[in-house]
């Protein structure tokens, strides 16, 4: 069984800055791509950033120059450094991983749970 857990949210004031990390555990072959998402209340899960096994990485515009994601693959796991955080980016953030359980086996999604992200102003 595949589990991510994610850490490193908390509070923190405008301007500020946090560490989010990721970690997946269980039976895991490959990883394909690695991504944080954010939901704020009221509003639709986002993708904030990703990065692919080839290290290749996408960010949501509003996040560039502030948000910086990556993985170790020797350890499955995945971070997302934020700096200059703004109110905006309160939400809870989740991290997702494209990976399969087995030689030739299908890949899919697997979510961990969330953690709160607060920045107040």
């Known amino acids: 069984q595949v589990q991510l857990v994610e850490s490193g949210g908390g509070l923190v004031q405008a301007g500020g800055s946090l560490r989010l990390s990721c970690s997946a555990s269980?039976?895991?072959?490959?990883?394909?791509?690695m991504n944080w998402y954010r939901q704020a209340p009221g509003k639709q899960r986002e993708l904030v950033a990703s990065?692919?096994?080839?290290?290749?990485?996408y960010y949501l515009d509003s996040v560039k120059g502030r948000f910086t994601i990556s993985r170790d693959n020797a350890k499955n796991t995945v971070s997302l450094q934020m700096t200059g955080l703004k109110s905006e980016d309160t939400a809870v953030y989740y991290c997702?991983?494209?990976?399969?359980?087995?030689?030739?086996?299908?890949?899919?999604?697997?979510w961990g749970r969330g953690t709160q992200v607060t920045v107040s102003s």
């Open positions: 997702n991983a494209d990976l399969s359980t087995e030689l030739w086996g299908a890949y899919d999604l697997y």
């Open positions: 990065i692919n096994s080839d290290d290749s990485t």
């Open positions: 269980g039976r895991i072959f490959s990883i394909n791509a």
